[in-house]
């Protein structure tokens, strides 16, 4: 089941929009030009904390928010939601414990 899905995928049979699909088409011929400092200074710190938890993202959220609230840091939802508009790629999840799962 899972070899002929793999060796079946095309860009028409997943479960990817008709906007990602014309994306990886018709890729953006210019280079990326991210202006606002906010949405910079939140990517830096998505970046910094990707190895961590996302309460670690959070807790600098809402520690930046509390110094400087009238530049609001965006939340952990806003930043990937950005990268993945600037990127051009969704995320996809699957359960691919079907019938049972085991951890070691």
Not at 67 to 76: E, I, V
Not at 79 to 85: D, E, F, G, L, N
Request: hydrophobic residues 35%; proline residues 5%.
């Amino acid at each position: 089941d899972y070899i002929h899905t793999v060796k079946t995928a095309s860009l028409d049979n997943g479960d990817l929009s008709e906007d990602v699909v014309d994306r990886i088409r018709n890729p953006p011929q210019s280079t990326l030009n991210i202006s606002d400092p906010n949405d910079v200074y939140s990517l830096k710190q998505f970046l910094a904390a990707q190895r961590s938890s996302q309460q670690t993202y959070h807790d600098f959220q809402l520690n930046h928010n509390e110094r400087y609230p009238q530049d609001p840091m965006l939340s952990l939802e806003q930043v990937k939601s950005r990268i993945a508009a600037w990127a051009g790629v969704e995320t996809i999840e699957q359960d691919v414990c079907r019938r049972f799962c085991m951890a070691f």
